[in-house]
């Protein structure tokens, strides 16, 4: 089972900052949160990680709350083009050395409002 | 640098009848993923190799799925034989296992089957 809880859906209107909450209270001290999106008729494809600190990337930022136990995918100005399934994961464990396995949910479906 | 290529992109069956997907990963990455996706759920790990190797295959239904890596690279899924149920999207995904982007997964655009 996934081992992340987040809202099914959430909406945003066009050039705000959207706000995507994840709870991952289970998560040990050495998993990385990781953020993917989907795009309609589209592969999930990457968006942000971290362990601890806070990260910043062009796409997006990821907060993540100081006992580790939940974190926040931050689109700081919506656009139509961000409209997509947002997935929060934790890897799920070392099945080898360098690899491990993921658990997608079935993420939050955030709609852009023009 | 070239992505995740899948093909086909669609395929429609009869039940019963036998299909085949094939992946080429990102040209040096190790590890490659087969994900199914049914309408409305995230995508669900059928199975995963690093090189030609399984390193997990623990929800690929066995008794009518089947996956190979035989030299390392590209890959096929082999459904035989297909049920209703198998409709879905496939997907593939590729991942280095050192350097910057370690463990970023890239994923195809998939393939999409419909099983009548």
């Known amino acids: 089972d996934a081992k992340t809880t987040q809202p099914n859906s959430m909406e945003s209107n066009e050039e705000e900052p959207v706000h995507l909450p994840c709870n991952h209270s289970?998560?040990?001290?050495?998993?990385?949160i990781h953020w993917y999106r989907q795009l309609p008729s589209q592969g999930p494809e990457y968006v942000i990680h971290g362990l601890t600190s806070n990260v910043n990337n062009r796409m997006a930022s990821l907060a993540i709350a100081e006992d580790r136990k939940s974190s926040t995918l931050i689109l700081h100005r919506a656009t139509l083009r961000d409209a997509a399934v947002y997935y929060c994961i934790l890897r799920d464990g070392l099945v080898r050395s360098g690899t491990y396995k993921y658990i997608f949910g079935t993420g939050t479906r955030l709609k852009v409002l023009a | 640098e070239a992505g995740v290529a899948q093909s086909p992109r669609y395929k429609i069956i009869e039940k019963r009848q036998s299909v085949a997907f094939w992946c080429n990963p990102i040209s040096g990455h190790a590890t490659l993923y087969w994900y199914q996706q049914i309408l409305g759920q995230g995508p669900k790990l059928l199975i995963q190799?690093?090189?030609?190797?399984?390193?997990?295959d623990s929800q690929l239904p066995k008794d009518r799925f089947s996956a190979e890596r035989l030299k390392g690279v590209d890959s096929t899924l082999k459904i035989q034989p297909a049920k209703l149920e198998d409709s879905a999207v496939y997907l593939c995904a590729s991942s280095s296992v050192g350097g910057s982007a370690k463990n970023i997964q890239y994923f195809g655009a998939g393939t999409r089957l419909s099983v009548l």
């Open positions: 190799f690093q090189n030609n190797g399984v390193v997990d």
């Open positions: 289970t998560i040990s001290g050495t998993d990385y």
